[in-house]
Nanobody, 126 residues
Framework: QVQLVESGGGLVQAGGSLRLSCAAS????????MGWFRQGPGKERELVAA????????YYTDSVKGRFTIYRDNVKNTLSLQMSSLKPDDTAVYYC???????????????????WGQGTQVTVSS
């Protein structure tokens, strides 16, 4: 199995930027497809972005397209989420997650992910 630890959250003003990181340890990182989820106050957990094992294909939810970028480094065993033009609606706890199954598509549902980090808080002030 893989252990995931997020970092990089914090308080930022609207329009600002943050970069989240997820450090993976345990099994070989490159065998997992990865995703970033978030759960805002009173909201359900949702997928923000996902990336395949090689990094060759990505997915973004509509609300973050053009503002967020997901990328992975299979040498350093890290997953990152670069967030820019942040909005108050982006306020949430952000989680990284690993999908161990081989799929044709990028996993987009919570149930498809097998391992989760503890989360990092992102707060965007208006």
């Amino acid at each position: 199995q893989v252990q995931l630890v997020e970092s990089g959250g914090g308080l930022v003003q609207a329009g600002g930027s943050l970069r989240l990181s997820c450090a993976a340890s345990g099994r070989t990182f490159s065998i997992y497809a990865m995703g970033w989820f978030r759960q805002g106050p009173g909201k359900e957990r949702e997928l923000v972005a996902a990336v395949t094992r090689t990094g060759g294909s990505t997915y973004y939810t509509d609300s973050v397209k053009g503002r967020f970028t997901i990328y992975r480094d299979n040498v350093k065993n890290t997953l990152s989420l670069q967030m820019s033009s942040l909005k108050p609606d982006d306020t949430a706890v952000y989680y990284c997650a690993a999908d161990q199954d081989f799929r044709v598509h990028v996993a987009t549902t919570i149930a498809e992910y097998d391992y989760w980090g503890q989360g990092t808080q992102v707060t965007v002030s208006s």
